[in-house]
């Protein structure tokens, strides 16, 4: 079993990335570990764990330990279909089945957290938008800006939330489940398409693809137990 625990440690996994990353831990308490088994042959599917405790502010994020495909500010992972024109993209497939266990109980959500740049390879001043899709939101956690609607995409309800990040430039829009799930299987392209054309652009890139626990406060483990995300590029006429 291979483990980390500092802040930017990280377990490469083929396509993936394992990053244990603890940005927002300065103004808190506490710890987080992230650990997986060594890696398998096959890396289109991965299996890892994450436990924290962490103290302090419960409306501040301390941690978002997460499986990164693609590029995450200045790391890229090898071996993916990333990064990819919006308008080249014909499916972008996950599943992500997982176990959430709270020892004591706080704010957190367990989300996809997905880049759009303006560039193939960004600084991050060239984020344009932040794509986050919720699947369980614990502890009276909200997002960023303010509820808009509620929508149905890829056969499923939730809360639309927009605006814009308080400390940099690119917006936020965060879809979140009106029903938590411990499971999820979803084309994120519709995520794309229910805002485009209005919100987004067809010329900017999807970056990068991430998936973990966002933890605000409190204790407890994630544990992954199958993660995997394909991008298929749209086919065009000869």
């Not at 394992?18 to 103004?27: E, I, Q, T, V, Y």
């Amino acid at each position: 079993m291979d483990r980390v625990c500092d802040h930017g440690g990280a377990l490469a996994r083929g396509r993936y990335l394992l990053l244990n990353n603890l940005w927002g831990a300065r103004p808190g308490a506490g710890e987080q570990c992230l650990w997986a088994e060594p890696a398998a042959a096959d890396d289109r599917a991965i299996a890892w764990s994450t436990g924290w405790r962490w103290t302090g502010d419960p409306r501040s994020v301390k941690s978002y330990a997460a499986a990164v495909m693609g590029w995450h500010f200045g790391l890229a992972t090898p071996s993916c279909e990333l990064p990819l024109r919006l308008s080249d993209i014909a499916a972008a497939t996950s599943e992500w089945q997982y176990r959430l266990a709270e020892e004591i109980a706080g704010p957190l959500n367990v989300a996809y957290d997905i880049w759009l740049a303006s560039t193939p390879d960004p600084q991050p001043e060239e984020l344009t938008d932040e794509i986050m899709i919720w699947l369980h939101r614990g502890g009276g956690a909200t997002p960023i800006g303010a509820p808009q609607t509620t929508v149905t995409v890829d056969g499923a309800e939730w809360e639309l939330w927009q605006g814009g990040h308080p400390r940099s430039q690119w917006l936020v829009h965060s879809f979140v489940r009106t029903a938590s799930e411990q499971a999820a299987s979803l084309d994120l392209a519709r995520f794309f398409d229910f805002l485009a054309p209005q919100e987004l652009d067809p010329a900017r890139y999807l970056v990068g693809i991430e998936a973990g626990a966002e933890i605000f406060a409190g204790a407890g483990e994630l544990e992954t137990l199958r993660h995997s995300v394909r991008v298929d590029r749209r086919h065009t006429a000869a």
